[in-house]
């Protein structure tokens, strides 16, 4: 991995992780607006500006802040979310209701009629119910709602199981069977309280090979002719998702964004010509693939075991509690000590959380320097599901959120307190 050092020390954006580290307070999660911004500029120049009818829709759920939204509002960009939290966030950001869409594949009457009082641009249909709910509430409440159904295109992806999405056993989507998804499509069609625009798809997540993506589009156009020839109605949008892979070590060697978008509008441009139809709006939904490798995790070290022949355990004040995917997805992360960073590596050391869980191992068999108590570990690109997926396991608290830029640093989510952790905790009467 790459890095900036200055005066032995890990900078991030212009700022010292460490001073950081005693300002803040350990965990800590830093994220470079910088970086945020430059892989936003990489999609508007190589995708929003080299194509028309296109855009890009952040996908919230990698990293969801009032200070994050802001960001992608001022880049241009929409915004996914999956739940009443993402879109009460969005709401409290003032992020405009007409840039949103609203995915999930549960979605309860609570947020469907959340989305439509706030008149969210896009729902995204994930099963059968959803059209007729969608149809009930937009009556009652005057309002036409713009719908794409999602769609399992079954493709195969080379990723982790748990983040495999397009297959055809998935919880995800409605399958491509004429029998279950053409009756959908035309009873939408013929429902005057929706307006369907199109499909959407995601295949999976982590992805460097560029084959499923294209595999799903060809699947999806297929579906556009099929639509057109039996119903003689146009498709206007297709959201192809996400799942653009990242570096979380050396071994990953992510792509560029046009290595996935170029040939996917090779293709819709071309199956237009080819059938004499309006271009649709081209929609992508990148998340991890912006966030991730602008975010670190700070950690300091306290205990150190040493197992003679087997292993040394360095323990940190953190874990799987501020970063799940280890123990949930086998993800695999480097590092460094912040305060050491130009020190050379002489042990083999294995990194560990505080929380009560074998499984709770950040990084294994990671060469550093002599590692103290004391030292700090950064944890390269954590920025993606790190700070979404934290959790209160063995009642620790969600570390703070620090955001830099140019050598500045602010922070924008404060560190969870003993008293929040149990501010909606009751003794029940019978038990006083």
Known sequence: MEFETKNGHLMW??????????????????????????????????????????RVAFASKAFSTLAMLKIIEKQGFSLDVVSDGELYTAIKADFPAEHIEMNGNNKSIEELEMAIDYGVGRIIIDSLQEVDLIAAIA??????????FRITPEVNVQTHSFISTGQKDSKFGIPIDEAILFPQ????????????????FHVGSQLFDNHAHLAAVEIALDLVKMVKDRFDYTIKELNFGGGFGVRYTDADQPKPFSYFTDPMMEKVLAFCETEN???????????????????????????????????????????????IRPGLYEA????????????????KVTVSGKACESTDILVKDIELPVVEAGDIFATFSTGAYGYSMASNYNKLAIPAVV??????????????????MIQNEEIPEFLK
């Not at 005693?22 to 120049?45: A, D, H, N, W």
């Not at 009556?139 to 794409?148: C, F, P, T």
């Not at 929706?194 to 959407?200: A, I, R």
């Open 277 to 323: 139809l309006p271009q649709p709006a081209v929609v992508i939904e990148p998340g991890r693939s912006i966030v991730a490798e602008a975010g670190i995790s700070l950690h300091k070290i306290g205990a150190i075991k040493e197992l003679p022949g087997l292993r040394k355990y360095v323990s940190i004040d953190g874990g799987m509690t501020d970063n």
């Open 403 to 420: 955001l830099t830029k140019a050598g500045q640093a602010e922070i924008i989510v404060k560190r969870q307190t003993l008293d929040q």
């Open 13 to 54: 954006d212009g700022c010292d992780t460490v001073a950081l580290a005693e300002k803040f307070g350990t965990p800590l999660y830093v994220f470079s607006q910088t970086m945020i911004e430059e892989k936003c500029q990489e999609l508007q120049r190589d995708f929003v500006e080299k194509y028309e009818n296109v």
């Open 139 to 148: 009556k009652e409440k005057q309002k036409v709602v713009d719908i794409l």
């Open 332 to 347: 695999e992360y480097t590092g460094i000590l912040a305060n050491k960073a130009d020190v050379k590596a002489t042990e």
């Open 185 to 200: 499509i035309e009873h939408a069609i013929e429902t005057p309280e929706v307006n369907f625009l199109g499909f959407h």
